[in-house]
């Protein structure tokens, strides 16, 4: 189960990767379309405090690990618990 949160995690962080990535090479004089705005705020939940105050890339990509570290638990012990029953 360690391995499976673990990888959640890595998941969280290379999506949080590949935002920043994108928004790196987006131009800036072209506003965000709502469909990436509402896919951002989706799958990088720390987004949503980026409005309103300013978030360094680095803790961007540990709290998204962590939100997908703590994802990754509940839905591994929810399986488990539903498979045993």
């Known amino acids: 189960m360690k391995c499976r949160i673990a990888v959640w995690a890595g ?3 290379l999506v949080a990767g590949g935002w920043v990535l994108y928004f ?13 705005n509402t896919l ?6 720390i987004a949503i ?9 680095y ?5 998204n690990a962590a939100t ?3 994802v ?3 839905v591994e ?3 488990q618990k539903l498979h045993h029953a």
């Open 11 to 13: 998941v969280g962080f």
């Open 59 to 63: 803790w961007v990509l540990v709290a």
């Open 49 to 57: 405090a980026g409005v309103h105050f300013p978030v360094s890339i």
């Open 68 to 70: 997908y570290a703590l």
């Open 24 to 36: 790196a090479m987006a131009s800036k004089d072209n506003p965000i379309p709502p469909i990436v």
């Open 72 to 74: 990754g638990l509940i």
């Open 77 to 79: 012990v929810l399986r």
């Open 40 to 45: 951002v705020r989706t799958t990088c939940p």
